[in-house]
């Protein structure tokens, strides 16, 4: 077993060297392989906890988009008709609107393109050690 550090950590060594010294290896098993299977059963629990919010999130943005490049051009014009002056939040809106709905194209194409860059680097040394890294700070994530 320490011939393959990888697979096996040193915390499951010492424990079935201390089950073979005691004589109690079929009841050490056991229990690392409970251990082992509350764990799968975390990682999964967390997963399917972790579905919801992004289902939510991506809808969330999705209606967003629709407002910002659809509903917010449509009832610009009833707010310039209106009369007095226009905030500062509203133009801000309708800049960012405009932005959307004029840039949307390369927005695409920054996005996508950023995608595959991270993806790239993930698979180089430093990106996964990286992104492994990051796994262990944020253990339920991945």
Same mark, same amino acid.
């Given at each position: 077993? &320490? ?9 499951? *060594?010492?424990? *079935?060297?201390? /089950?073979?010294? =005691? /004589? ?7 229990? $690392?392989?409970?251990?082992? &299977?509350? %764990? %799968? ?12 919010? $992004? ?5 969330? @943005?999705?209606?967003?988009? @629709?407002?910002?490049?659809?509903? $917010? ?5 009833? *707010?310039?008709?209106?009369? /007095? %002056? *226009? ?8 800049? =960012? #609107?405009?932005?959307? &709905?004029?840039?949307? @194209? ?7 393109? #950023? /995608? ?9 040394? &430093?990106? =996964?050690?990286?992104?492994? =890294? ?6 339920? $994530? #991945?």
């Amino acid at each position: 077993m &320490r011939k393959l550090p990888d697979f096996f950590s040193t915390k499951e *060594i010492a424990i *079935i060297e201390a /089950g073979e010294q =005691t /004589g109690m290896l079929k009841n050490v098993f056991l229990s $690392i392989s409970e251990d082992l &299977r509350r %764990e %799968e059963e975390l990682k999964k629990k967390v997963g399917n906890a972790m579905t919801y919010p $992004i289902i939510i999130l991506f809808f969330l @943005i999705l209606s967003m988009a @629709i407002v910002m490049m659809y509903v $917010i051009p449509q009832i610009l014009p009833i *707010i310039q008709n209106a009369g /007095g %002056e *226009i905030g500062w939040s509203t133009k801000s809106l309708v800049w =960012t #609107s405009n932005f959307l &709905r004029d840039n949307i @194209i390369l927005l695409l194409i920054f996005f996508i393109g #950023s /995608g595959l860059l991270i993806n790239g680097y993930a698979h180089t040394n &430093r990106g =996964t050690r990286f992104f492994d =890294t990051q796994k262990l700070l944020f253990p339920g $994530i #991945s």
